[in-house]
């Protein structure tokens, strides 16, 4: 399938259908092959203005485009399909981005053979540096996740998942973002507390997040072995892995991700 020859509407462009949108343009999508929905005239106004592209009513975006991305609250996805179900012809894709809610939840109202992907990325998209995790509903074929990574890759990394491990990658990296931000932002009360101006933390702190991280992902090393190079006998980074251990921040993020995990079921079981 070619980015050419597919319009895509993203309902409900809030702030991760507006990740998509803007995403995808910057990526070299023809305009004229983005349309967008929104509830209040004002933000479709804004999004009309700021993108250039078409924003219509969701019926209008039902008709018009080949690939529908869903892109509303998790509790707004049923009145939405109640809107425009009966209405999707059953050979149209639709792409989910509605964190918790299974490929299933879809189809049950949708028309039967309708092909579903479902999709979790992240905020880091602003960047392109996002984090996307791809799955294929009970309809949907190898061509149509092609056509998700297609939509997807211009904003990071993408990686094909079954759906049953979709509630982790929301814990992990759908959430995982804000993880690092509470890190750093502690990081930097830390390093005002040792003395130092709060803009000097907060720049040793990013560029050392950020060369760990391409450590991480190009050395090909685990991260066990990369700690234990910072780690020299009786020093100071033991001193302070000796207190993050007696804190139990180790503990504190298997608990923390199982928290978002069960919370992302909750949703889903909620929304049905």
């Known amino acids: 399938m070619s980015a050419e020859v597919h319009t895509v509407a993203v309902i409900g462009a809030g702030k991760i259908g507006e990740l998509v949108l803007s995403g995808l343009l910057r990526s070299g999508w023809p305009a004229d092959r983005l349309l967008a929905t929104a509830r ?3 933000r479709a106004e804004e999004l009309a203005a700021r993108y250039g592209v078409r924003v219509v009513d969701n019926l209008t975006a039902v008709d018009e485009a080949e690939v529908l991305a869903v892109a509303v609250k ?3 996805a049923a009145a939405l399909l109640d809107e425009i179900g009966p209405k999707v012809p059953p050979g149209k894709l639709l792409v989910s981005l509605c964190a918790g809610l299974p490929s299933s939840f879809f189809s049950r109202r949708l028309p039967e053979g309708t ?4 999709v979790m990325t992240n905020t880091p998209a602003l960047v392109d540096q996002a984090m996307t995790a791809i799955s294929a509903g009970a309809h949907a074929t190898g061509e149509h996740l092609a056509l998700a990574e297609e939509m997807f890759k211009p904003l990071g990394a993408t990686i094909r998942v079954p759906e049953t491990q979709q509630d982790a990658v929301t814990a ?9 931000y509470l890190l750093v932002e502690a990081m930097t009360d830390a390093g ?3 003395g130092l101006p709060r803009q000097v933390a907060h720049d040793l ?4 997040a950020i060369g760990s991280a391409v450590m991480l992902r190009d050395s ?3 991260p066990v072995k990369l700690r234990e190079a910072v780690t020299s006998p009786a020093g100071t980074t033991i001193s302070a892995i000796r207190e993050l251990e007696n804190h139990g921040v180790r503990a504190a993020l298997l608990a923390a991700l199982e928290a978002a995990r069960d919370r992302a079921r909750e949703l889903a079981t909620q929304a049905e």
Do not use: K, N, W
């Not at 092909?115 to 479902?118: D, E, K, L, Y």
């Not at 702190?205 to 050392?208: A, E, K």
């Open 220 to 222: 090909g090393e685990h």
């Open 115 to 118: 092909p579903v992907v479902r």
């Open 172 to 180: 992990l990296s759908g959430s995982g973002p804000a993880y690092f």
């Open 192 to 194: 005002i507390l040792l």
């Open 40 to 42: 209040r005239p004002a």
């Open 205 to 208: 702190i990013v560029q050392t």
């Open 74 to 76: 998790p509790q707004d």
